[in-house]
């Protein structure tokens, strides 16, 4: 089968790790993964967990070469609203030259772009590698890692690496390659409010009951002053500051512009916290975002109620500096001292994960950006990740590894949206990249 039908297999695959229906299809992706790689010659194993299976492949190991661990996950986002998608989620079809499926780049993808490049390098040397390859593939990414955490305790001797590469980051643009050397963190919450055992008539009792919307609503305004800064306390404490190269490149890095930022998004300006770029306040500034809200009568027409509950749901993206823990602390603190009289709240904490930034001139680091200038013609630029992957942060720990982000996740990729897609010629730059990536980390003596 070439690569892309291959590819398309992989996507067929409903591996929607939020949805309980959809476990199975969930372990028949990871196992299909697992004859891939055995296929290879890997030792591959498709472990069980009490939610979705970790695969773990590693080829023959040869001595005296660096051992390269590349994560990737093969879990994808839930495809709601399914009505806005222009071909099935999981039945991959080939439009204006990418591939449209739910998972395309984030990350099936991309994994499969490294292990087909693992392939090729097999083949070209006659079975062997430059370096000894673990690939660690999870099913568990889109809903918090939980089983890889453990796993990976539980597993760090089988595990260990020289160095982590992972493509599940953005890219700046097709002809930009882009080298993340940071990703921000995570700290989510659901905020519930309640007031009268029951919706009451707002006639009837309207003006003597606090109203639930009415007090979520006067929290949320609570949550930023007027300068778009958090306004709970201690927030910021520890926050590391954005040092001058980095605000010299970020000022370059193509599409990034408040301009250009505006347009990509689709609206009339963007609104950054005071003093920063909208580049600097995704890449490195922690915010604070309402994900949904709810509450009260959302059906046709009028009815007149007092409701019962509203809730909230939220998160905040955290830099180098701040404590996941400490912040939700801060956060649940703060919803009690604003929450006006005649309700009571209840605050319930999400997954959470610390930022996590390397050094992009490491030695990996370099070998990283020269092999993203050969695949694709230019030197890459330098960013951090305004998106979370958690886990890297928890592989840092417990393995002693850095992360080689190479990521090429484009920004109209729509992950996570309806008609998510994967441009076919980065995929097969993909493939040639892993192989370029490989060759150099294999030059380094450990
Ligand atoms: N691949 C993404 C991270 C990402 C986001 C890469 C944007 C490039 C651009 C990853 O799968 C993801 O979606 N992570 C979640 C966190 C997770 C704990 C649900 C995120 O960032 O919201
Ligand atoms: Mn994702």
């Given at each position: 089968m070439n690569r892309l039908d291959q590819l398309a297999t992989l996507l067929?695959?409903?591996?929607?790790?939020?949805?309980?229906?959809h476990a199975r299809d969930v372990s028949d992706c990871a196992d299909w993964l697992v004859d891939k790689l055995s296929g290879m010659g890997f030792e591959a194993v498709a472990h069980k967990t009490h939610r979705h299976p970790v695969v773990v492949g590693r080829s023959p190991r040869e001595e005296g070469r660096p051992t390269v661990l590349i994560y990737g996950h093969y879990d994808v986002q839930p495809v709601?609203?399914?009505?806005?998608?222009?071909?099935?989620?999981?039945e991959p079809e080939v439009r204006d030259g990418k591939i449209y499926a739910r998972g395309a780049t984030d990350n099936k993808g991309q994994l499969f772009a490294h292990i087909l490049g693992v392939e090729e390098l097999q083949r070209q040397n006659g079975g062997h590698l430059p370096v000894n390859v673990i690939f660690l593939l999870e099913g568990e990414e889109e809903v918090g890692s939980g089983s890889l955490s453990l796993f990976l305790k539980e597993h760090r001797d089988e595990l260990a690496c020289d160095v982590i590469v992972v493509s599940d980051t953005g890219m700046a643009a097709p002809d930009t390659p882009t080298f993340s050397y940071g990703l921000r963190g995570l700290a989510g919450a659901e905020i519930i409010v309640k007031g009268p055992s029951a919706d009451l008539h707002s006639g009837v009792f309207g003006g003597a009951v606090a109203n639930p919307v009415t007090a979520l609503a006067e929290i949320i305004a609570s949550f930023h002053d007027s300068e778009g800064r958090v306004a709970v306390r201690g927030f910021y404490d520890g926050v590391e500051s954005i040092a001058t190269w980095e605000r010299s490149m970020w000022a370059t890095v193509?599409?990034?512009?408040n301009e250009e930022l505006a347009k990509l998004t689709g609206v009339d300006t963007v609104v950054t916290e005071a003093g920063f770029t909208g580049a600097e306040c995704i890449y490195a500034r922690p915010t604070l975002e309402l994900n949904g809200i709810g509450g009260g009568y959302q059906g046709e027409g009028s009815k007149t109620i007092i409701p019962s509950r509203a809730f909230a749901k939220i998160s905040c993206r955290l830099v180098p500096g701040q404590d996941p823990e400490r912040i939700e602390s801060l956060l649940e603190e703060h919803v009690k001292t604003h929450t006006p009289r005649g309700v009571s709240v209840e605050f319930k904490r999400e997954h959470s994960g610390r930022a996590y930034v390397c050094d992009p001139n490491s030695e990996f680091g370099l070998a990283a950006q020269q092999a993203l200038e050969e695949a694709f013609g230019r030197k890459p630029v330098l960013v951090r990740e305004g998106?979370?992957?958690?886990i890297i942060e928890e592989m840092k720990n417990v393995l002693g590894a850095d992360a080689l982000m190479l990521g090429m996740?484009?920004?109209?990729?729509?992950i996570h949206s309806p008609n998510e897609n994967f441009s076919v010629e980065l995929f097969t730059k993909g493939i040639e990249m892993s192989q370029i990536l490989l060759r150099r980390l294999g030059q380094i003596k450990r």
């Open positions: 067929r695959f409903p591996s929607i790790s939020a949805q309980k229906e709601d609203p399914v009505e806005l998608w222009e071909s099935d989620p999981f193509p599409g990034m512009s998106g979370s992957i958690p996740c484009l920004p109209d990729a729509r």
